[in-house]
């Protein structure tokens, strides 16, 4: 008795015939969750590759200052108090696009308009206060966290300076105060609101460069 063992029967036109049976090879397991594990190790290196921009995080308060030592060093009424986090990657042009960002952000209402998210900072003769802030850029690893990524200090000491330069040359002078590059510092803030922004310079890809940004 002929056996049809790894065939299968089909019918053609009345006729029967028979083909060979098509076994379906699965990988191994272990195969699978190698190849899962390398497409995580993947994703995590792009996810860390993406993080390359400077940081703000924004605060629309009502008054603001910094202490080191317990002395005042710097004050300010209503405004914006900013906390400015660098990158070990950070250039000229991440520096302008978080300035410029900043000072156009329409996070104040106008009065005569009605309209809530009207006007900047500048067309409220406002204050500016910023605050240089490398833990924005803490990674944790376990529960301890890491600052690898933040710009180093000696270099961020002068990129920050020249930061807070840039908001002064396109505001008032007077207007910009900041803390101290490197000390301990105690900021209190009454945040009004409360509003609070985040802003990276990763965004900058999206607008065009050196743009005056309508009020």
């Known amino acids: 008795m002929s056996s049809n063992l790894g065939f299968i029967p089909f019918q053609y036109q009345g006729l029967y015939f028979h083909k060979?049976?098509?076994?379906?090879?699965f990988?191994?397991?272990?195969?699978?969750?190698?190849?899962?594990?390398?497409r995580n190790r993947v994703g995590l290196g792009r996810r860390k590759l993406?993080?390359?921009s400077m940081?703000?995080?924004?605060q629309r308060v009502a008054s603001a200052s910094v202490e080191v030592e317990g002395c005042t060093v710097s004050a300010i009424g209503p405004g914006l108090l900013v906390l400015v986090g660098l990158?070990?990657?950070?250039?000229e042009s991440d520096a302008e696009y978080i300035c410029r960002k900043v000072l156009n952000m329409r996070l104040y209402p106008n009065e005569k308009s009605g309209k809530t998210w009207d006007q900047n900072v500048m067309q409220r003769n406002y204050e500016v206060l910023l605050v240089s802030q490398?833990?924005?850029?803490?990674?944790l690893k376990g529960n301890k966290p890491d600052f690898h990524v933040a710009m180093p200090p000696e270099k961020a000491k002068l990129f920050y300076a020249s930061l807070v330069e840039k908001f002064r040359k396109?505001?008032?002078?007077?207007?910009?105060?900041?803390?101290?590059?490197?000390a301990m510092m105690k900021v209190n803030l009454v945040n009004d609101g409360p509003v609070t922004m985040q802003l990276d310079s990763a965004?900058?890809?999206?607008n065009t460069s050196g743009a005056v940004e309508a009020p």
């Open 134 to 139: 490398f833990t924005l850029y803490g990674v």
């Open 27 to 38: 990988p191994p397991i272990h195969s699978a969750i190698d190849r899962h594990k390398r």
């Open 50 to 52: 993406l993080i390359k």
């Open 87 to 91: 990158h070990e990657s950070d250039v």
């Open 20 to 25: 060979p049976l098509q076994l379906h090879k």
């Open 203 to 206: 965004q900058s890809s999206r």
């Open 55 to 58: 940081k703000a995080v924004i």
């Open 170 to 182: 396109a505001y008032n002078m007077d207007a910009v105060k900041d803390g101290v590059f490197g």
